[in-house]
């Protein structure tokens, strides 16, 4: 499976870094998870990656926060299914539903192609609810978990992630995670977007965290 990062904080040249998350999955079929904030700049950064909204077939929305949904009018189509947590306000909902073929509301871990997963709605006390992804690797060595913020806690996603197999690594935004020390097993670690200890990760496990933005191609 590739990963191709299309939207973060920061990018490699020729593309634009701006505050948000879309990663693009070439799966059994094309998913894009989130979309960055901004439509103009998801869709120039798509253009100069050589992407087309039409080849999207599922796009999968972590949370509700304009940082991650804010470039939706970018890729959405008629052919496209739409997964998102069954919390998102009904305008949000409705405005998918006029542009896309479906919404698929995800409230439990499920399946969305075989190889990807959802860890259904996740959620730390009061607070965001929040649906990552888990990946299947190539040779079955784990599973890799694919956040947009986090906000439900990355011990909490990493933890139900595991029912779908063991973890082989972890991308995208961690937020304030600090418990550095838990990640030790993993293989892969790619911290993206608004994960506040970015630099620290790095430093920690030079040998096996990787630096992400725009433009990055992960193979899983």
């Known amino acids: 499976m590739k990963l191709r990062i299309v939207y973060d904080n920061e990018a490699k040249e020729g593309l634009e870094s701006d505050w948000g998350f879309a990663?693009?999955?070439?799966?059994?079929?094309?998913?894009?998870?989130?979309?960055?904030?901004?439509?103009?700049?998801l869709s120039r950064n798509m253009q100069r990656l050589e992407l087309k909204k039409e080849d999207i077939e599922i796009i999968a929305l972590s949370h509700e926060h304009w940082d991650h949904i804010g470039g939706l009018d970018a890729v959405l189509h008629q052919n496209v299914a739409v997964y998102v947590p069954s919390s998102f306000t009904r305008g949000t909902k409705k405005r998918i539903e006029e542009k896309a073929a479906e919404v698929v509301e995800v409230s439990g871990p499920a399946d969305i192609v075989?190889?990807?997963?959802?860890?259904?709605?996740?959620?730390?006390?009061?607070?965001?609810?929040?649906?990552?992804?888990?990946?299947?690797?190539?040779?079955?060595?784990?599973?890799?978990?694919?956040?947009?913020?986090?906000?439900?806690?990355?011990?909490?996603?990493?933890?139900?992630?595991?029912?779908?197999?063991?973890?082989?690594?972890?991308?995208?935004?961690?937020?304030?995670?600090?418990?550095?020390?838990?990640?030790?097993?993993?293989?892969?670690?790619?911290?993206?977007h608004c994960t506040v200890h970015k630099e620290e990760i790095r430093r920690r496990y030079s040998e096996k965290a990787v630096w992400c933005g725009a433009g990055v191609v992960i193979e899983i």
């Open 23 to 41: 990663c693009l999955l070439e799966a059994e079929k094309s998913i894009l998870f989130d979309t960055g904030a901004s439509a103009e700049i």
């Open 114 to 192: 075989p190889g990807v997963h959802t860890t259904g709605e996740l959620r730390a006390g009061a607070g965001i609810k929040e649906q990552s992804l888990v990946l299947d690797t190539k040779e079955c060595e784990g599973v890799v978990v694919l956040t947009g913020c986090a906000h439900p806690g990355l011990e909490n996603i990493l933890e139900a992630a595991k029912g779908f197999g063991e973890l082989y690594g972890v991308i995208g935004g961690f937020h304030g995670f600090d418990n550095l020390k838990s990640l030790e097993t993993l293989k892969m670690i790619i911290p993206c």
